[in-house]
């Protein structure tokens, strides 16, 4: 069973390339963003908890995220491999991941990290911004993100990096570029 990670930093294209490896590979998206964002809109116990973080380009409390994403995994088909975006964001969700997939008799396959240039990050997410109605969106919000991806998530490299995981991927150029670089990653541990 394939279960793979896509990581990097905001903007990076998790979610772009998130989805192109779901379809090709038959595996489940599992955006946490797109997991909370459901939450608020849908106006639930957990919605109200975790919009003020995310209006703010914080991050979720680990503890809310891990159950959300726990009770969301539980109810996939026994055996479905999974593409984790934008999860885990700290060392504490990286472990608590493998945990998880120990307890499912699963293991992660690898993780891939998109790596781009700061500018072009700022300038993808302030060109989604004039359309996507997200509220973190914005020119100072992406600061607020990019400064917690430096301090909170990359540490989760090294943990990755550790169990000989860790696969760093140019994350710049075309969608199509990238993507074959993805699946050549992909494909070698396949
Ligand atoms: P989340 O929704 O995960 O946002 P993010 O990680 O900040 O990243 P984005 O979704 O903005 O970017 P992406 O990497 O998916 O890139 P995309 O493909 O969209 O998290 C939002 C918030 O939720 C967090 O701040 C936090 O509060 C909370 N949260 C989520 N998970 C959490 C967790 N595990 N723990 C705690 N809190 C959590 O691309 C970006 C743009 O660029 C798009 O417009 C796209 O069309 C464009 N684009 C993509 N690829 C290219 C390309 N090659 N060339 C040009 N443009 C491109
Ligand atoms: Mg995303």
Redesign the pocket.
């Known amino acids: 069973m394939l279960n793979v990670i896509i990581f990097?930093?905001?903007?990076?294209?998790?979610?772009?390339?998130?989805v192109k490896i779901a379809e090709k590979y038959g595996l489940a998206h599992v955006?946490?963003?797109?997991l909370?964002?459901k939450e608020i809109e849908t106006n639930t116990h957990f919605g109200t908890i975790?919009k003020g973080?995310?209006d703010k380009?914080?991050?979720?409390p680990?503890a809310t995220?891990i159950e959300i994403l726990d009770s969301y995994v539980d109810k996939l088909p026994v055996g479905q491999g999974i593409i984790f975006?934008?999860?885990?964001?700290?060392v504490e969700?990286a472990q608590s991941l493998m945990n998880m997939m120990a307890e499912h008799n699963a293991q992660i396959s690898i993780l891939v990290d998109?790596e781009v240039e700061r500018q072009e990050l700022i300038d993808?997410?302030v060109?989604?911004g004039k359309t996507?109605g997200r509220s973190?969106?914005n020119a100072e919000t992406v600061e607020k993100?990019l400064a917690?991806y430096d301090e909170k998530t990359k540490p989760a490299v090294d943990f990755f990096d550790n169990l000989k995981l860790y696969k760093k991927i140019d994350?710049?150029?075309?969608?199509d570029e990238?993507f074959g670089r993805l699946c050549d990653a992909i494909d070698a541990v396949k």
Request: proline residues 6%; charged residues 25%; glycine residues 20%.
């Open positions: 990097g930093p905001p903007g990076s294209g998790k979610g772009t390339q998130g955006s946490t963003g797109d909370l964002r975790v973080y995310i380009g914080e991050l979720v680990d995220i975006d934008g999860f885990p964001r700290t969700q998109l993808r997410i060109l989604r996507s973190d969106d993100r917690v994350g710049n150029g075309t969608i990238i």
